[in-house]
């Protein structure tokens, strides 16, 4: 287990050398509550591993990794975690075992580990009515925070967005947008791109030679390209319109969930 962590130190220290000293571990005290108070009863042998050595780490401050989700202005730290959830806000999702690691109270966010589904370590959003999966395990997620808080904000930040057009795009080449999408993924590959291990199928995170990629897909794409470079940027942005049928992409701003 140390082992993960260690990779995930070293991930982070080229592009945040002191992240390590602002880090604060959580109590055992701390982390006993916590459990307590999420009501995880005897489900709470099935919260994965890699989270409670994470609280034993870094539970009380992570230096920005996880807990830029805020609770009052506070980043979020176990024992303002425990706080929240004595208050029983969150009684309805506690009561079906969603264990809740990260809350905003303002605007009505979490995320979670169901411990009630087989695979209890993938990591779950609900903002409102939406309930997405954000993570197939809280391993993956630490590398994808770091990917998309850290790497991404090391360099100068270009980005676009691609919806309806990518439909448009798959219609024309007269294939489904599943192949359309793993066409773009097989392009990044050529263009040097080199998928990371904590990589999903709706998640793809790809790194090159002073460039990185993050992809979302959900039947449309959302990307956003960071580099040290506009010219690498660019013409990463035109292998994607190429594969995309030539398309003219809009460039804004892409709002992605913890951003």
Same mark, same amino acid.
């Given at each position: 287990?140390?082992?993960?962590? =260690?990779?995930?130190?070293?991930?982070?220290?080229?592009?945040?050398?002191?992240? =390590?000293?602002?880090?604060?571990?959580?109590?055992?005290?701390?982390?006993?509550?916590?459990?307590?108070?999420?009501?995880?009863?005897?489900?709470?042998?099935?919260?994965?591993? *890699?989270?409670?050595?994470?609280?034993?780490?870094?539970?009380?401050?992570?230096?920005?990794?996880?807990?830029?989700?805020?609770? &009052?202005?506070?980043?979020?730290?176990?024992?303002?975690?425990? &706080?929240?959830?004595?208050?029983?806000?969150?009684?309805?999702?506690?009561?079906? =075992?969603?264990?809740?690691?990260?809350?905003?109270?303002?605007?009505?966010?979490?995320?979670?580990?169901?411990?009630?589904?087989?695979?209890?370590?993938?990591? %779950?959003?609900?903002?409102?009515?939406?309930?997405?999966?954000?993570?197939?395990?809280?391993?993956?997620?630490?590398?994808?925070?770091?990917?998309?808080?850290?790497?991404?904000?090391?360099?100068?930040?270009? *980005?676009?967005?691609?919806?309806?057009?990518?439909?448009?795009?798959? !219609?024309?080449?007269?294939?489904?947008?599943?192949?359309?999408? =793993?066409?773009?993924?097989?392009?990044?590959?050529?263009?040097?791109?080199?998928?990371? %291990?904590?990589? !999903?199928?709706?998640?793809?995170?790809?790194?090159?030679?002073?460039?990185?990629?993050?992809?979302?897909?959900? &039947?449309?794409?959302?990307?956003?390209?960071?580099?040290?470079?506009? !010219?690498?940027?660019?013409?990463?942005?035109?292998?994607?319109?190429?594969?995309?049928?030539?398309?003219?992409?809009?460039?804004? &701003?892409?709002? %992605? %969930?913890?951003?």
């Amino acid at each position: 287990m140390d082992e993960l962590f =260690k990779r995930l130190y070293d991930y982070i220290e080229p592009f945040k050398a002191d992240w =390590k000293n602002h880090i604060e571990p959580a109590s055992n005290e701390l982390i006993h509550e916590l459990i307590e108070v999420t009501r995880a009863g005897e489900s709470a042998k099935r919260i994965p591993a *890699s989270y409670l050595r994470y609280l034993q780490l870094m539970g009380e401050y992570d230096s920005g990794l996880i807990s830029e989700l805020r609770i &009052g202005g506070v980043p979020v730290k176990a024992s303002k975690l425990i &706080g929240v959830l004595k208050s029983n806000a969150y009684k309805e999702d506690l009561e079906k =075992k969603r264990f809740l690691f990260a809350v905003d109270p303002m605007i009505k966010r979490i995320m979670f580990f169901d411990l009630t589904k087989e695979n209890s370590g993938e990591v %779950w959003y609900k903002g409102g009515s939406k309930i997405i999966r954000l993570s197939e395990s809280f391993d993956k997620f630490m590398f994808q925070r770091v990917f998309d808080r850290i790497v991404h904000y090391k360099y100068a930040i270009y *980005s676009m967005m691609i919806e309806e057009r990518f439909e448009i795009a798959a !219609e024309k080449q007269n294939i489904e947008k599943d192949e359309l999408y =793993k066409k773009i993924r097989q392009r990044m590959e050529s263009h040097g791109m080199k998928e990371t %291990w904590f990589s !999903e199928r709706n998640y793809y995170r790809g790194e090159g030679e002073g460039i990185a990629i993050g992809i979302e897909y959900y &039947g449309g794409i959302s990307c956003k390209i960071v580099s040290e470079t506009e !010219e690498k940027i660019l013409a990463l942005r035109e292998e994607l319109s190429d594969v995309c049928n030539g398309q003219r992409f809009i460039d804004r &701003g892409v709002s %992605w %969930w913890g951003s």
